[in-house]
């Protein structure tokens, strides 16, 4: 099965930063990542396909890249809705994996 | 508007069975392959099962196979997962997700079924 890590698994952030998380697969995977955003009580939004393709309806302060191991998704200025849990997924192979998740909080 | 909405979760005894179902709405259900995620409490999602729009192509999370069967009605508009000899481990939230396209990434989900297995 392929493994997905992310970093950090948890960060805290301001309004207005600029935010980075990174998700690692244990092999190659093109650019078959999807990233999502989960608050809490609630089920998953999916912001970014294919490593960098913006979902419809997604705010363009979010971006993916990234491709095989190494992946980003970057908020180039965070909002107060943006405080919740990232999720990255691979679908290269089955079993689709997620990764652990990293929750982001406010500062 | 795309709309999911599954029912069926509850407690039920280790060894036991429950049968989930998600109604689909506001999109062509019979073009769309469908999965099954979940996420136990606390935790993070995992993936559990997908079946082709036709129902010719079916996947597993190992851990389940030969536990759950994922199934369809496209004249119904409806997903099942039919969970036998449930485990303390399948205790979660199920979503039932929409694929995007033919694409195994996920653009819809429901609001979950809880599934609780404990004596």
């Known amino acids: 099965d392929i493994q997905l890590t992310q970093s950090p698994s948890f960060l805290s952030a301001s309004v207005g930063d600029r935010v980075t998380i990174t998700c690692r697969a244990s092999q190659g995977i093109n650019n078959y990542l999807a990233w999502y955003q989960q608050k809490a009580g609630k089920a998953p939004k999916l912001l970014i396909h294919t490593a960098s393709i913006l979902q419809t309806g997604v705010p363009s302060r979010f971006s993916g890249s990234g491709s095989e191991t190494e992946f980003t998704l970057t908020i180039t200025s965070l909002q107060p809705e943006d405080f919740a849990t990232y999720y990255c997924q691979q679908r290269n192979l089955y079993p689709v994996t997620f990764g652990p998740g990293t929750k982001v909080e406010i500062k | ?119």
Request: contains cysteine; charged residues 15%.
């Open chain 2, 1 to 119: 508007e795309v709309q999911l909405a599954e029912s069926g979760g509850g407690l039920v005894q280790p060894g036991g069975c429950l049968r989930l179902s998600c109604a689909a709405s506001g999109f062509s259900f019979s073009s769309n392959w469908m999965s099954w995620v979940r996420q136990a409490p606390g935790k993070g999602l995992e993936w559990v099962a997908s079946i082709k729009y036709d129902g010719s192509v079916i996947h597993y999370l190992d851990s389940v196979k030969g536990r759950f069967t994922i199934s369809r009605d496209n004249a119904k508009n409806s997903l099942y997962l039919q969970m036998n000899s449930l485990r303390a481990d399948d205790t979660a939230l199920y979503y039932c997700a929409k694929l995007l396209g033919t694409v195994t990434t996920y653009d819809s989900w429901g609001q979950g079924t809880l599934v609780t297995v404990s004596s």
